[in-house]
């Protein structure tokens, strides 16, 4: 006892769109077995991949772990790199059920919130970090209107309206790099975001 343990959690789906498994979650799973940077614990939890409860499991896990960061994982099939999300938008429009078998379109995930919010983590010293250790990265600025955007709105809500010094964001993954892989690269990601206070000084589009 005596010093203070910071804690980390990060987030993964359940399967969703009939697929058996969601690597997000496999990642989410594999970063909380790793040794986790000094002073901190990594705690993973997988979120339902329902509009209507997603948000209400991720707010239950905060409550619980206290976390300084909270990263959510979400699957992006058709995408090659690891992409942390600068953008989460006030729209929820989805091109398939979610598991709960709800297809909202035209919606807000909050009614009244503002348009967008930005993530104001070091997405560029992240992406820098991960591109170093050999893993493919860049930053998106779209993360879609399925669930994956749901959660990252409704996370940047409540950082913005309850819980001003967490810190926190989403990340995609892509379905083509092996979970060792993923994990080295978040690996990178959470230890730039607990260590770094201010972002790389250079326009994303410069990074590669
Ligand atoms: N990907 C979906 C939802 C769950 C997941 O892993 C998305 O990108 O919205």
Redesign the pocket.
């Known amino acids: 006892m005596g010093f203070l343990m910071r804690h980390v959690l990060i987030t993964?789906?359940e399967p969703?769109g009939g697929a058996s498994d969601?690597l997000?979650w496999d990642a989410a799973a594999a970063l909380a077995r790793r040794p986790a940077p000094d002073g901190t614990r990594i705690s993973a939890v997988r979120l339902p991949?329902v509009f209507d409860t997603s948000l209400t499991v991720l707010r239950a896990a905060v409550t619980e772990y206290d976390p300084a960061l909270v990263i959510c994982l979400?699957?992006?099939n058709g995408r090659t790199e690891i992409t942390p999300e600068r953008v989460a938008i006030n729209l929820d429009d989805a091109r398939i059920p979610d598991n709960a078998g709800a297809q909202p379109f035209d919606r807000p995930v909050i009614p009244g919130g503002p348009a967008a919010y930005l993530a104001d983590l070091p997405l560029k010293a992240a992406v820098a970090a991960m591109t170093a250790a050999g893993v493919p990265a860049s930053i998106s600025y779209t993360?879609?209107t399925?669930?994956?955007?749901h959660v990252f709105y409704g996370l940047r809500h409540l950082i913005a309206t309850e819980r001003p010094d967490l810190r926190g964001g989403f990340v995609?993954v892509p379905p083509n790099l092996p979970v060792e892989r993923l994990t080295d690269g978040l690996a990178e990601l959470v230890r730039i975001c607990l260590d770094t206070d201010t972002d790389l000084a250079v326009s994303a589009g410069t990074l590669h």
Do not use: K
Request: charged residues 0%.
């Open positions: 993964g789906f969703f969601n997000s991949c979400g699957l992006a993360a879609g399925f669930v994956c955007n995609h």
